[in-house]
């Protein structure tokens, strides 16, 4: 089992900054992709940034220039640097993860969602 717990969300103004953490924990045997998702009200839940095992990024159109994806290895962690915020990136973010995980004699293949932590920004 591979569980994922974001944290930093919360509330904050037009034009400020926020982090967002995401760990992962379990029996994990290797992560490959992390990355962050996020869904308003009333709208899908679409791709904020990714960042492969190897470290290369990918970010949204509307992500590019302003948010930042990094990750820690060694903890299992994923970060994003979301900076010049802007009321329209209100939304739950949700971080995923797929790779593999150890449960006894076996290594199988994982995809994990988070719980979502929420980012509100005000105008």
């Known amino acids: 089992q591979v569980q994922l717990v974001e944290s930093g969300g919360g509330l904050v103004q037009a034009g400020g900054s926020l982090r967002l953490s995401c760990a992962a924990s379990?029996?994990?045997?290797?992560?490959?992709?992390m990355g962050w998702y996020r869904q308003a009200p009333g709208k899908q839940r679409e791709m904020v940034a990714t960042?492969?095992?190897?470290?290369?990024?990918n970010y949204a159109d509307s992500a590019k220039g302003r948010f930042t994806i990094s990750r820690d290895n060694a903890k299992n962690t994923v970060y994003l640097q979301m900076n010049s915020l802007k009321p329209e990136d209100t939304a739950v973010y949700y971080c995923?993860?797929?790779?593999?995980?150890?449960?006894?004699?076996?290594?199988?293949?994982?995809?994990?969602w988070g719980q979502g932590t929420q980012v509100t920004v005000s105008s």
């Open positions: 960042i492969s095992g190897g470290g290369r990024t």
């Open positions: 995923n993860a797929d790779g593999t995980y150890s449960s006894g004699m076996y290594i199988r293949p994982f995809g994990s």
């Open positions: 379990g029996s994990i045997y290797s992560i490959n992709a």
